[in-house]
Nanobody, 127 residues
Framework: QFDLAESGGGLVQPGGSLRLSCKTTRATLGTYTYGWFRQAPGKEREGISC????????MYGDSVKGRFTISRDEANSVVYLRMNNLKPEDTAVYYCAADWRPYVNSCPLNMGTYYFWGQGTQVTVSS
């Protein structure tokens, strides 16, 4: 059992950037796989990126591919999501989640496999 805490959200203009952080209470990230999800008002939660516990294999949803980058900071037990060229349609509550399975050459973007979840951080993209 461990907790996840997201931070770094806020209000940003279209075309701007933000970096979200997901801090765990574990001493290390371990071999867990981590994912970022988002949920806009009236919409279902969407998987946007994940990074595996085996060799940090990363995957991205089509809506963010080429603009978002996920990374692991093992020393500080933090998973980051760098978001560039933000668009109004990126406005949502962003959640990080953890799956105890390390996966090899893949990671899941479906929320059903993730057991541990943070409380979310709001990202608003507006001029």
């Amino acid at each position: 059992q461990f907790d996840l805490a997201e931070s770094g959200g806020g209000l940003v203009q279209p075309g701007g950037s933000l970096r979200l952080s997901c801090k765990t209470t574990r001493a290390t990230l371990g071999t867990y796989t981590y994912g970022w999800f988002r949920q806009a008002p009236g919409k279902e939660r969407e998987g946007i990126s994940c990074i595996s516990g085996h060799e940090s294999f990363a995957m991205y949803g089509d809506s963010v591919k080429g603009r978002f980058t996920i990374s692991r900071d093992e020393a500080n037990s933090v998973v980051y999501l760098r978001m560039n060229n933000l668009k109004p349609e990126d406005t949502a509550v962003y959640y990080c989640a953890a799956d105890w399975r390390p996966y090899v050459n893949s990671c899941p973007l479906n929320m059903g496999t993730y057991y541990f979840w943070g409380q979310g951080t709001q990202v608003t993209v507006s001029s």
